[in-house]
């Protein structure tokens, strides 16, 4: 959707996130405008940085910090900082984090909400923890050492078949090939509408391949300029959305004004959040303007 925001919507944006739109007209989402951020410093920034979550220099760590200021923040969040002296936002510095593991984190990060590898779940599992985590997905794992989450591992699946799995996939819900085709088939499949007629499904099947709708896609491409209308990424992978739904709006399926595009990411929580049946307008403005 490429409609362009007007003033009072974005004025109320920044209001929102506690600034204030210091500016008196919008012209687009990549003119930087005066603002007051909720540090109550006085910067520019373009609309569309400020969607993605950016602020002012002193709030994006390009001030820098006393010292005192950041042991106060590292006690702040219940860590203690172990250095006697601050340089930048990029040096890793040791401290004892909440969880009561020492470690080393810049900070920069720990301003972001990193922790610990212990506190992520990235500290490295044991090959005990791992065999019986397969167990308990009634799963057997057949290998003698675990090296660790990304390297491919023999086992035996629920089914039956025996197959190589990564540590990281499995625990997302990953499973074998044999299991994985048997979740893309009909109702198994997320994207199962029961709505549809078997004459409407057989025809989505090769609708991404038909010449019409790969035209009618790249339009939606073009109007958004290749650009995600929600989170304003380019250049990323895109899909072109129906914003009245494909399957009961045969009239719009083709109409370039019913379509928008967002990135594999943001689409997939569109439909994640408002399913994949009677998807409408409404549901899309709500998406748009409210920070889900």
Known sequence: MSKKHNYEYVKGCFKEQG????????????TKMKYK???????????????????????????KYTFKYVYQYFEENDCKLLEKEYKNTLIKMTYICSCGNESEICFNHFRQGVRCKKCSGCEKHTLKFVKQFFKNNDCELLEKKYINAHYKMKYICNCGNISKIAFSNFQQGGRCKKCGDKKKLGENNHNYNPNLTDEERENNKSRLSDPIYKKWRT???KKNNYTCQKCFKKGCKLNAHHIENYATNKKLRLV?????????????????????KDNNKQQLNQYLTVNI
């Open 219 to 221: 339009k939606i491409y």
């Open 256 to 276: 370039k004004s019913n379509g928008i595009t967002f990135c594999k990411n943001c689409h997939k929580k569109f439909h994640k959040i408002y399913g994949i």
């Open 37 to 63: 951020c909720n540090c109550k410093n006085i910067s520019k920034i373009t609309f569309s940085n400020f969607k993605k979550g950016h602020r002012c220099a002193k709030c994006g760590g390009n001030n």
């Open 19 to 30: 600034c204030e739109l210091l500016e008196k007209e919008y012209k687009n989402n990549k």
